[in-house]
Every structure is written in structure tokens, then in C-alpha cells.
Antibody, heavy 118, light 106 residues
Framework: QVQLQQSGPQLVRPGASVKISCKAS????????MHWVKQRPGQGLEWIGM????????RLNQKFKDKATLTVDKSSGTAYMQLSSPTSEDSAVYYC???????????WGQGTTLTVSS | EIVLTQSPAITAASLGQKVTITCSAS?????MHWYQQKSGTSPKPWIY???KLASGVPARFSGSGSGTSYSLTISSMEAEDAAIYYC?????????FGAGTKLELK
């Protein structure tokens, strides 16, 4: 069965880079775009961007172009999102999501809670 | 950028009541997807490509719409349907979500 297993919760200091992982299993990793979605406490869903694991081609929401870097490791079937210079505004739950037919989000990771605090 | 506006923002329904949630797009789009989220859990795929039910979604749910107006309907409210529902679409290069509709049991 398809599973997206994300890394655990993180507490980071403002300005310290952070990297979240998402290990995919149960399907061909390179056949589906992987997306990342942000959800701040009590708020809605916000699309960060997506990566094609086959070619490492990325498409980012321009709002996150200076914040998020998406990468993959095809050998392990793992997607990563690095957030640069985090601030309190980056405190949120981050989901990796498989994109069926690119933009239909058919499988979601369990979410990674990021807390940015000094 | 296409903006998706959901209404109502919050609503409550009694058991057995019909419920309709709407999603209005700022420009015409060709399809809409919907997701259900319950507190403390990841969103779940619910309805895709306007009217197709995701796996495991009860038949009391339906989706419809075209152009700038889409809707999710529950024919008869059940307790387990209380959740937040989000609409979502992709208008290249941006994927956007509606702000969500919170459905409560009255």
C-alpha cells in the first residue's frame, strides 16, 4: 500500500535551516509528482510546490521561492524540503503529498510539525 | 492567480439534513477537487474531477459544477461527516485551495 512517512517534529531556532523528509513506499516513486503543503495552526492549506522525482524538476509557488528548496533521493525513494532562515511565520505542519495526474492529492503524509522559537 | 472562495465558512447540520458547500472560482476552471480534514489528522482526498468520489467515500456525498461555481453536497448528514472541507484546483503554475468550510453537527 502507498505510504508517505515523514520525519518527526522539529523545534528550531530562528534562522537555522531545517530539512524535512518524506519516504515513499508502495508505488513507483519516480512516476508521480511529490507536493508539499503548509498548514499553520488553525488555518487552511497552502501549496508550497512540487517536484518530479524522475527529473528533479521543480515548480514552486512564487511565495516560497526564497524559502523552500525541494529535492529527492531516487535511490531511497525519499523527498526532502529544506526551509531557509525560518521565522515564526514558518511554524506550521508540513505535508508531503503524492500528486496523481499531477495535481490530485491522493496520498498524504502524516505531517511534520515545525516550531520556530528561540 | 485564481482565488477560490468557499461558502459558508462555517455551517451546522442536523442528522439527516441535506448540506451543500460551494466553491466559487475567480475565473473559470475546468475541474475541482475536494478534501476532508478532521482535527489533528491529514486531509483526505474526497471528491476529484468535480464529481468522482475517492475510495471509501460514502455515496451520500456528491460533487457538481462547472465554470466558476462548484459544490459538494451531502444528501443526508451523518455524525461522521463533521469536518472541514477544502476545494482545490490547479491553474498553471499555481495550485490553490479554498479557505475551507467547517461543517458541524447540530
Amino acid at each position: 500500500q502507498v505510504q508517505l512517512q515523514q520525519s518527526g517534529p522539529q523545534l528550531v531556532r530562528p534562522g537555522a535551516s531545517v530539512k524535512i523528509s518524506c519516504k515513499a513506499s508502495g508505488y513507483s516513486f519516480t512516476s508521480y509528482w511529490m507536493h508539499w503543503v503548509k498548514q499553520r495552526p488553525g488555518q487552511g492549506l497552502e501549496w508550497i510546490g512540487m517536484i518530479d522525482p524522475s527529473h528533479s524538476e521543480t515548480r514552486l509557488n512564487q511565495k516560497f521561492k526564497d524559502k523552500a528548496t525541494l529535492t529527492v533521493d531516487k535511490s531511497s525513494g525519499t523527498a526532502y524540503m529544506q526551509l531557509s532562515s525560518p521565522t515564526s511565520e514558518d511554524s506550521a505542519v508540513y505535508y508531503c503529498v503524492r500528486g496523481y495526474d499531477v495535481d490530485y492529492f491522493d496520498y498524504w503524509g502524516q505531517g511534520t510539525t515545525l516550531t520556530v522559537s528561540s | 492567480e485564481i482565488v477560490l472562495t468557499q461558502s459558508p465558512a462555517i455551517t451546522a447540520a442536523s442528522l439527516g439534513q441535506k448540506v451543500t458547500i460551494t466553491c466559487s472560482a475567480s475565473s473559470s476552471v475546468s475541474y475541482m477537487h475536494w478534501y476532508q480534514q478532521k482535527s489533528g489528522t491529514s486531509p483526505k482526498p474526497w471528491i476529484y474531477e468535480i464529481s468522482k468520489l475517492a475510495s471509501g467515500v460514502p455515496a451520500r456525498f456528491s460533487g457538481s459544477g462547472s465554470g466558476t461555481s462548484y459544490s459538494l453536497t451531502i444528501s443526508s448528514m451523518e455524525a461522521e461527516d463533521a469536518a472541514i472541507y477544502y476545494c482545490q484546483q490547479w491553474n498553471y503554475p499555481l495550485i490553490t485551495f479554498g479557505a475551507g468550510t467547517k461543517l458541524e453537527l447540530k
